[in-house]
């Protein structure tokens, strides 16, 4: 998903610089004062909030080609969520200020985050309606394809056209509106249908096209 041109992936290169980070590096935090954004160009990242009883919901991932902390950057307000590398990551870094007025002076690379965060909403607005009008499964089912197709890596050592997710059991509770032991009784049915395999910490799709059958029922 690529919202910026190389015309504008230029303009922010050269307004800031690059930097990287390991995996479990936290990019931004949640509440604290925004200084700049993150134009990911590798990797795979986590945004994530806390409630107040302790409890992590997994809001969204983003990879290669999307922008991070554009929304408190531009309203000052602190950040929203806490954004996290979930492998080696790589991005370039903007200042605030100098951002603010890359969209003064830009009218396509103002149009190009405004199409970003439109994007964003309608993904949001998509996941809250799924929520209540389809199954568990078909949820769970949904949303690996979704991870698989923007964000999968290929695993051909599990089986050609396997694709890794980094996703763990309880990112995906978070994620799918279900809970931990819903999801972990998807995966175990998926997995006896040959859709899936799970490893430590991730989920591997063996059958994407029988993954998008199950997430249309």
Known sequence: MV????????????????????????????????????LLTDGLVKVTVDSANGYTSLL??????????????????????TVTAMRRTTGLV?????????????????????RSVVGRIRDSDGLRAEQGARTTR?????????????????????????????????????ASGASRESVVRC???MQQEGLVATRRGRTVVLDLAGL??????
Not at 19 to 24: H, L, N, P, Q, V
Not at 69 to 76: L, N, Q
Not at 96 to 114: K, Q
């Open 3 to 38: 919202f910026f041109t190389p015309g504008e992936v230029k303009l922010l290169r050269e307004a800031g610089h690059p930097r990287g980070w390991a995996r479990g590096e936290v990019l931004m935090r949640e509440g604290e004062a925004a200084h700049s954004v993150v």
């Open 60 to 81: 969204a991932l983003r990879g290669p080609g999307e922008l991070l902390g554009e929304f408190s950057s531009i309203d000052g307000r602190p950040r929203g969520a």
């Open 94 to 114: 903007v200042a605030s200020d100098a951002f603010v007025r890359l969209l003064e002076r830009d009218p396509g690379l103002c149009l190009s985050v405004l």
């Open 138 to 174: 078909a949820r769970v089912a949904g949303l690996l394809v979704k991870l698989a197709v923007r964000y999968g890596s290929a695993a051909p050592e599990t089986l050609p056209g396997a694709v890794t997710v980094q996703v763990n059991q309880h990112e995906l509770a978070a």
């Open 187 to 189: 995966l175990r049915a």
């Open 212 to 217: 998008r059958r199950w997430a249309e029922e």
